[in-house]
Every structure is written in C-alpha cells, then in structure tokens.
C-alpha cells in the first residue's frame, strides 16, 4: 500500500515533468545599460524540449513601460526562439524590476514569469531635488546636495537657474560631494526656477527646482466620504 | 494504518523539501521582494476624497492612460517624463496639501515609486497612494 502510494505520487511528478515542453534558458535577466541609453532590452531565449507544438496565447509586461513580443505563435517541436523584453527608462533611476507573463497552450506549464532586472546607473545623487521657501519667508540660502556615484568621476558640476530671481552658488564639500546653496532675491511674489545641473564633460543633465509656494494652506472642513466612516487620515499616519 | 498514512506524508514533504531548498539556495540572490505598502503610506478614495480641496492628484500611469480619462483635476505625474512633468506639478503644490498618487491597479508599481520620488528625492511630506488605484476610483465612481 506504501509503495503504491509512493509511487503513483512520483509518478505523477514525472509525467508532468515531462511534459514541460517550452524551456527557456534563463527566466531572470539582469541589465546594465549607460547612461546614455534610452531603452534596455532582454533578450529570454526558449526552445521547445518536448514532442508537441507550443502555442503562445499572451506575452504581456509588467507595466506600460515595458513591451514584450515573441518572434511567433507557435513553437514547433526542437525549435529554438526568443522573447524580447523592451524596457523604455523614461527618467526612471536605481534598480528596476518589470516583469512579462508568458501564456501558452502548454499543460504543464501554461504561465512562465519573466523577469527583467534593470540597473539604471545614477551619475549624480541630487538631494533635495526641490527646494522652497514660503511667501514672505527670510530669503535664507537652501542647501541642495549633490553625491557623485561610486562608477563614475566628476571633479566640477555646472549649475544654471533659469530664473534670474535665483542665485546658486557650488561648493566642493569632499571627493565626488558638492553641496548647491539656492538663494531668492526676495519672496515677495510667487516664483519658480528650475536649476540645471551638468556634470563636466558630460551630455547628461539633471534637474532641481526652486519655488516661492503660497502660504501653507488651512485644512479645508472635510467632506463624510460615502458609505463606512473612514478616518480623515490613514491609521498610523507619522507625517 | 493511521501512522503509515502519516509517516508516508512525512517522507512525501521530505521529497518535496529537498528540490525547494535546492531553490531557495540557488535563487536566493535572485528573489525580488516587494514589500507591501505601510498602512500609513495609503489612501482610500473616500479618505482622499474627504480631503477635498486639501489634496492633489498624481496620475502615475502612462500619457496615453491619462489622455484617455484622469481623476477630475489630476495631473500626470510618471516616470516617463519625471523630470519635465515634476516642475509642473510642483507648482500645484504648496505646504499642507496631500497628494495621492495613483497608478491602474491594486498590482501597478507606478504609483509607489512616484510617491517614493517625491518623498525621498523632493522631500515633501503627506504623500499617499491610492489603494486599489484607478480601478477602485471608477468603482467608487
């Protein structure tokens, strides 16, 4: 009884193992594309193991950012191919992570996910991107910081205000570390630069942005939401 | 029969144990955790709609989607464009107001990493994504 128990269980295993027709040769790709690129794109190679045609039902990403196409509908059997994974960078920073969901007609295995790490390298590090400063505030200088990343070698950055009405004035605090004093003429008026920040010798350019905002705003009377009462912030909140 | 049954099961869980730790070992740098969002950092639609006139709309999702329909008095805020669209959608802002960030779904990503960018690299407080996203705005609708 033991034994047949155990053996149905591991055969059951092995006939689906089997019939695991499309396999591909890596389903996690890691990508590193230059500062210059636009896009980065994954190239999930597959061939077909088994003795049956595979047909794709879908091959759809992660996200709007990402495209995926396969060369084909249908895989014969011993045939190789590929997924192309497109992964558009937009003015995305750091790692990301997208994935594509692939559907065949395959029993065994009819969803396989891959997945698409991109590892967008940052040149500069710029914190705070925004600095502000309320109407009618002391126009004190606001520092912004600027860290050199670990691949990468700057020894000047260019600063320009698109606004007269807002000085800038860099300072090199350390190795590859500069910090960025933003000062207003005045705060009188409403106002908005936006700083332009290029390493030398360098096509790349970054963005902070400097503003005179309104007066903080007083909490308008909340409008009761509809149906269960909600508190008027979420549980928890620290800010 | 009882404890064959149960030991059958034991060494059944030992053999599925071995091909898992196998690929725990394997993959263990390979495995992309995506940690839920903290409570404190989301928003339901009738909460951000209780904040009225106190709150700013960030639509995350791509132009097309935003061209197509938006929560009234949104602006388009994605990565795509972030360093063109940010400006313009700091203008809007001004200390005190919330902002709820929102993308397609309950599953999209769009909407946590703007709200990421705008906490940490703009440094503005009271940022907020929106549970359920544009699917749950419409059902609310």
Not at chain 1, 36 to 59: E, R
Not at chain 1, 94 to 110: F, I, L, W
Not at chain 2, 62 to 75: K, S
């Amino acid at each position: 009884m033991k034994t047949h128990i155990l053996a149905f269980t591991m055969s059951i295993s092995v006939c689906f193992a089997a019939r695991a027709e499309l396999k591909f040769d890596k389903t996690e790709l890691e990508l590193h594309p230059t500062p210059a690129d636009k896009q980065a794109v994954g190239h999930f190679t597959y061939q077909n193991t088994g003795k049956q045609p595979v047909h794709f039902k879908s091959v759809k990403a992660s996200c709007g950012c990402t495209t995926a196409q396969s060369q084909k509908d249908e895989v014969p059997p011993g045939e190789k191919g590929e997924i192309t994974a497109t992964f558009n960078i937009g003015d995305r920073t750091g790692t990301q992570v997208k994935t594509v969901t692939v559907e065949t007609d395959d029993a065994a295995k009819p969803s396989t996910v891959l997945t698409l790490r991109t590892i967008i390298p940052q040149q500069l590090e710029i914190t705070p991107t925004f600095v502000f400063w309320k109407q009618g505030e002391k126009p004190d200088p606001k520092a912004i910081t600027v860290k050199v990343g670990k691949e990468f070698t700057v020894n000047h950055i260019k600063v320009t205000s698109s606004s007269p009405d807002y000085q800038t004035k860099v300072e090199e605090t350390g190795k590859g570390e500069f910090k960025i004093d933003v000062q207003p003429k005045d705060t009188n008026s409403i106002s908005a630069s936006t700083l332009t920040i290029q390493p030398e010798d360098s096509q790349k350019v970054f963005y902070a942005t400097a503003r005179i905002t309104n007066a903080p705003t007083e909490p308008s009377a909340p409008v009761p939401p509809k149906g269960p009462v909600a508190p008027t912030t979420p549980a928890g909140q620290t800010h | 029969m009882k404890f064959s049954l149960a030991r059958q099961a034991l060494i059944l869980a030992a053999l599925a144990l071995v091909p898992g730790m196998g690929e725990a070992v394997y993959f263990r740098h390979k495995i992309s955790w995506q940690s839920p969002i903290p409570p404190s950092e989301l928003a339901t639609v009738a909460q951000a709609r209780a904040w009225g006139e106190n709150v700013i709309w960030a639509d995350a999702r791509p132009d097309e989607d935003f061209a197509r329909d938006h929560v009234p008095g949104a602006l388009s805020l994605n990565e795509d464009r972030w360093n063109e669209l940010l400006p313009q959608f700091l203008a809007a802002w001004s200390p005190g107001k919330k902002i709820v960030v929102y993308c397609s779904s309950l599953s999209c990503n769009a909407s946590r990493e703007v709200a990421r960018r705008l906490r940490k690299e703009a440094q503005i407080p009271d940022v907020f994504v929106l549970e359920g996203g544009w699917e749950a705005w419409l059902k609310s609708k």
